[in-house]
């Protein structure tokens, strides 16, 4: 290999790196907020029904998924007439005050009502900001990818959430180690929220110095707001479509990560460690299986490789959880979640980029992030909605059928979106 080719390799690396960094921070935040959402539930939504607590803290968690379809189209619009470098730091810098207050907001035995509240209105501003990060970002990896290689590189968008799962993770197996069950339910749970606003200022650094992409600024016209809205309006079918996509990975990757802690330790009745362990080794799978999927759509196109997945899960997802709850064990969850992980992975990795070819260049960042937020406002509540099925219909084994459901979303959207073979040609890998 030339040294000219060896430097371009690896000013593609760091753009890739700079790019996902601030994406690691948002999926951070929401991951330490669902692996903690019982003591949370206890410091600002404290009541004598221990369930309702908990779906109050998980219909928080939630809440902030239902700021993300504007934030998508206010800051879409931005990114797409400013550019994406500028969007990606002012998203930035919002995730960063979204995590500050959920980290130093005193519980409601000190504050009362105004507790609760100002963390909800932190994880507002946090789905505000998040409705663009993972648009903004897809965009990015798929504008500088080299020829062939489009899902390959937007699969590292997932990939760096992915880092985040483990490391949050890993922060909460040392301080369960650390600390007894107690002081982690006063106050122990707070230290990952303030381990990530420690990060901030070093993701700050990184981001400033990402690039404009070269296809942005090789762009001629840049679209108003008015311009936009018209496009989504003119284009609604696409992002609907986009959004039955979504569903499945939202989901599924809520499922297999933020609500596994809390299905270990109360459905399972498993350690709380326990669920923590098989937590990272999810994410660990998931990087695996990511960039390996986006690869391959690189070679079989994303159309196969989405139907494949998402007949698989349909066919699989209940049965597997159904197995595991039927005897509660840690090889028992570790193996149903690997599994879970393959079937996530492996649909996700060709369907970040797929989406990214369906939308219109001119508004590709807004009507990306209009259909990954609208479906997030489904599978963002994923933690909650599992703690419903199973408190209302008595199966342990519900969120299961929850995720078989999702995926014949996500397979009704791939084929609206491939109908045709015009349609094939038209998405077909660059």
């Given at each position: 290999m030339s040294s000219h080719a060896m430097s371009a390799n690896e000013s593609k690396f760091k753009s890739v790196f700079r790019v996902v960094?601030?994406?690691?921070?948002?999926?951070?935040?929401?991951?330490?907020?669902?692996?903690?959402?019982?003591?949370?539930?206890?410091?600002?939504?404290?009541?004598?029904?221990?369930?309702?607590?908990?779906?109050?803290?998980?219909?928080?968690?939630?809440?902030?998924?239902?700021?993300?379809?504007?934030?998508?189209?206010?800051?879409?619009?931005?990114?797409?007439?400013?550019?994406?470098?500028?969007?990606?730091?002012?998203?930035?810098?919002?995730?960063?005050?979204?995590?500050?207050?959920?980290?130093?907001?005193?519980?409601?035995?000190?504050?009362?009502v105004l507790a609760p509240i100002i963390v909800l209105l932190g994880r507002l501003l946090q789905g505000f900001s998040a409705g663009v990060e993972l648009g903004g970002v897809s965009v990015y990896l798929s504008e500088i990818a080299t020829k062939g290689n489009k899902g390959f590189y937007c699969s590292w968008q997932s990939g760096s959430q992915q880092v985040a799962v483990v490391f949050a993770a890993l922060i909460g197996?040392?301080?369960?180690?650390?600390?007894?069950?107690?002081?982690?339910?006063?106050?122990?749970?707070?230290?990952?929220?303030?381990?990530?606003?420690?990060?901030?200022?070093?993701?700050?650094?990184?981001?400033?110095?990402?690039?404009?992409?070269?296809?942005?600024?090789?762009?001629?016209?840049?679209?108003?707001?008015?311009?936009?809205?018209?496009?989504m309006i003119s284009n609604w079918g696409i992002v609907l479509a986009g959004m039955g996509m979504v569903i499945m990975t939202t989901v599924s990757f809520y499922m297999i990560t933020a609500?596994?802690?809390?299905?270990?330790?109360?459905?399972?009745?498993?350690?709380?460690?326990?669920?923590?362990?098989?937590?990272?080794?999810?994410?660990?799978?998931?990087?695996?299986?990511?960039?390996?999927?986006g690869a391959l759509s690189d070679r079989v196109g994303r159309r196969p490789v989405l139907l494949f997945f998402t007949v698989l899960t349909i066919l699989t997802a209940y049965p597997a959880v159904q197995w595991l709850v039927a005897d509660p064990s840690f090889l028992r969850l570790l193996?149903?979640?690997?599994?879970?992980?393959?079937?996530?992975?492996?649909?996700?990795?060709a369907m970040v980029v797929a989406l990214t070819e369906v939308m219109p260049v001119e508004v590709r960042t807004t009507g990306f992030s209009l259909a990954y937020s609208l479906a997030t406002t489904i599978g963002?509540?994923?933690?909650?909605?599992?703690?419903?099925?199973?408190?209302?219909?008595?199966?342990?084994?519900?969120?299961?059928?929850?995720?078989?459901?999702?995926?014949?979303?996500?397979?009704?959207?791939?084929?609206?979106?491939?109908?045709?073979?015009?349609?094939?040609?038209?998405?077909?890998?660059a």
């Open positions: 960094s601030g994406n690691f921070l948002e999926m951070y935040d929401f991951m330490v907020y669902g692996y903690y959402a019982s003591a949370i539930a206890k410091t600002y939504f404290p009541s004598g029904n221990e369930f309702a607590s908990l779906m109050l803290a998980l219909s928080v968690f939630g809440a902030g998924f239902l700021m993300r379809p504007i934030g998508a189209i206010v800051l879409g619009a931005y990114i797409d007439h400013h550019g994406r470098r500028k969007g990606l730091i002012l998203t930035l810098a919002m995730m960063a005050v979204g995590t500050l207050l959920v980290a130093v907001i005193p519980g409601y035995a000190t504050i009362g197996v040392g301080m369960s180690r650390i600390l007894p069950p107690d002081q982690m339910t006063s106050w122990g749970w707070r230290v990952p929220f303030i381990i990530g606003c420690l990060i901030v200022p070093f993701l700050f650094i990184i981001r400033r110095s990402l690039q404009e992409t070269e296809e942005f600024l090789a762009r001629k016209h840049r679209p108003e707001m008015r311009e936009i809205m018209k496009s609500y596994t802690p809390t299905f270990g330790k109360e459905v399972l009745k498993l350690s709380s460690i326990d669920a923590l362990v098989v937590t990272v080794f999810v994410g660990l799978s998931n990087l695996v299986w990511l960039p390996l999927s193996g149903v979640e690997l599994w879970l992980s393959f079937l996530y992975g492996c649909y996700n990795g963002g509540f994923t933690p909650a909605i599992s703690t419903y099925l199973i408190h209302a219909t008595g199966n342990k084994a519900a969120p299961g059928a929850w995720m078989s459901v999702a995926a014949v979303c996500g397979l009704i959207a791939t084929l609206v979106l491939y109908r045709s073979t015009q349609a094939r040609a038209q998405y077909k890998t």
